[in-house]
């Protein structure tokens, strides 16, 4: 069953659970997903910070951009579990002889890579949505400025979580070029993120 | 319906939904009830760092007082919207009489009492769980160090929203005892919850 059809409770149930999914790959996209959402509200609100035209019409822009990237972030929290079940399954595979042992760490390897660029796309959709908040906080409507503070918030979680998670990954992938890519987009995304999250609070002071 | 109850998909769409509730104070509790959850988790895990005996003893210690904030954090997301649509069906009273402004202003401050005491139990739960953080950090399985991490992520920014929550409604609150009170404890709890925050990312290091 999808997240997004799983109830809140469920979904803490199995957070909590020793199941080794979900994990912190699939919260963090949830977090990040709750933080989009919220920044969508303060962005569709009737009334913005001076109820001018422009500043409708920067949020209007904005909400455009958040509305598929909160899609995106509860798609990536059940990419995120799938990705590290086949993880498992690929450790799971037969290691007697020779062959099965090359078929088996190239299998851990495919599987690895995956479970890599599933939290890089969560920390791109969350550094996305932060892109974006500096718009929702300097234009929305003051009464929601908390609401806007806590959407910030857990958009910088969520992409650390995301960022840890591509790290975690990254240190038992081989592929050296895949490795040094990734890395250095991750720091980028990472950058980005915490550069926009500070500037829209700052907007929000 | 209580938001235990919805599914994750109706959350995100309240949450972004112009209806004034839910917003970042429901959001922070469900960030803190996923954080919780996920040391839940690593707390409970068959093998510890090392497999001691002590280590075993203290996760499970840590463990018994996380438990229970889990579900005290979804029942604060409950407690928030209800909170704040008291406050709204409060400033919507008559106001036509000075018996009316007396009473509807009483009815206000009421409130704003109850819309900042929710959020101050959701930054002490959040606040108590970061304090079992760091043994679940030192003691907990490496393998899920990240895990553990995003819980301390999301912990972290779940207690700065529900802060920000308290300190916007006791903007509008106007006895001062209650107020100052109110403050020097949110104040005392955000300083510990970042300092437990700080040791238990440093034990995961």
């Known amino acids: 069953m999808r997240f997004a059809e ?3 409770g469920q979904l803490l149930e199995a957070l909590s659970s020793a199941e080794p999914t979900p994990g912190g790959g699939t919260a963090s996209a949830i977090a990040g997903a709750m ?18 035209d422009e500043e409708k019409a920067a949020l209007g822009d904005a909400r ?28 799971r595979l037969p290691k007697v002889s020779d062959e099965d042992k090359a ?22 959709a969350c550094a996305d949505a932060l892109a974006q908040a500096q718009a929702v906080a300097q234009h ?4 929601a400025a908390s609401d806007a503070g806590v959407a910030i918030g857990l958009l910088q979680a969520a ?5 840890a998670n591509v790290r975690i990954n990254l240190e038992s992938i081989k592929d050296e070029g895949f490795k040094s890519t990734t890395e250095a987009e991750a ?3 990472s950058s980005a993120a915490v550069a926009d999250a500070t500037t829209a609070m700052q907007a929000l002071a």
């Open 6 to 8: 799983k109830t809140v």
């Open 35 to 52: 933080g989009a959402s919220l920044l969508v509200m303060v962005a569709g609100l009737a009334k913005s910070r001076n109820n001018t």
């Open 64 to 91: 455009d951009v958040l509305v598929p990237l909160t899609a995106d972030l509860t798609r990536l929290a059940d990419a995120d579990s799938a990705a590290f079940t086949a993880v498992m399954a690929a450790y």
């Open 103 to 124: 078929a088996r760490s190239r299998a851990i390897q495919d599987a690895l890579r995956g479970a890599t660029t599933v939290p890089l796309d969560t920390l791109r």
């Open 140 to 143: 929305g409507n003051r009464s």
């Open 159 to 163: 992409a650390a979580g995301a960022d």
């Open 187 to 189: 720091a980028r995304l």
